[in-house]
Every structure is written in structure tokens, then in C-alpha cells.
């Protein structure tokens, strides 16, 4: 990094490692296994390196549990998520099929700023 003049780099996971076509909890626990690790990646470098997560995005109620995880308990601040979720293509223009926040779900991953930036309506 230092080389190349980069000051900050995002350590994100690759598409092969969202696992969507996985079982529900089967998905929870791989996406916290991935989040870990990248954590633990972050954490030897917390000055150069910011981790985004990975999120079982096949089960909507365990995607919102593992988002607000990653947000308490690693303070990251972004996810990759793919537009494909087993056989379904989800453009990410297709809103109105993102699940709605309760006022505490929106709490519980840092508040109505953390709902927006992983596109979740309010």
C-alpha cells in the first residue's frame, strides 16, 4: 500500500463467498464465519484497513441480524451483496422489494444513517 500511495483499502469478500444458495442456517453462520475473518484482518491494521461484510442475503431476517452485528461489533460501515440470489436476479433499482425496518431493527444497526446506507427503506 505504502508503495502505491494507498492510505486506506477495503477488505471486501469475493462473489464465491456470499454463499446464497445456502440453507437458513447454514447462511447465518458462513456469513458470520467470512465476517470474522475479515475482522480479524482489519483488526492487525485498523489505520490502513476498513472491512465490508457479507450477508446471508437468501433469508431477509438473518441478513438484518448479521448487519447489525458487523456494524456493533466491527464497526464496519458497508456490505457486498451480489444481484443474484439463487436462481432470482435482484437489480439493485428494484426497491420495492427491500424489506422494511421496524424503528428498533433501525436502532439495533446503528440507527436510521446505517438503514440507508445498506439500502433498506426506513
Do not use: C
Not at 444458495?21 to 489505520?47: F, S, W
Amino acid at each position: 500500500m505504502d508503495r502505491k500511495k494507498i492510505d486506506l483499502s477495503l477488505i471486501s469478500p469475493g462473489p464465491q463467498a456470499f454463499f446464497y444458495g445456502l440453507k437458513d442456517e447454514d447462511a447465518a453462520k458462513t456469513a458470520r464465519i467470512v465476517n470474522e475473518g475479515i475482522a480479524q484482518m482489519v483488526a492487525k491494521r485498523p489505520d490502513r484497513l476498513r472491512g465490508m461484510a457479507t450477508l446471508p442475503m437468501q433469508h431477509p431476517d438473518a441478513a438484518i441480524a448479521e448487519l447489525g452485528r458487523v456494524v456493533k461489533d466491527y464497526e464496519f460501515n458497508a456490505v457486498e451483496i451480489g444481484t443474484a440470489i439463487g436462481d432470482e436476479e435482484h437489480p439493485v433499482d428494484r426497491l420495492e422489494a427491500t424489506p422494511r425496518l421496524t424503528p428498533a431493527e433501525r436502532e439495533a444497526i446503528g440507527g436510521e444513517n446505517a438503514a440507508r446506507l445498506f439500502g433498506l427503506k426506513a
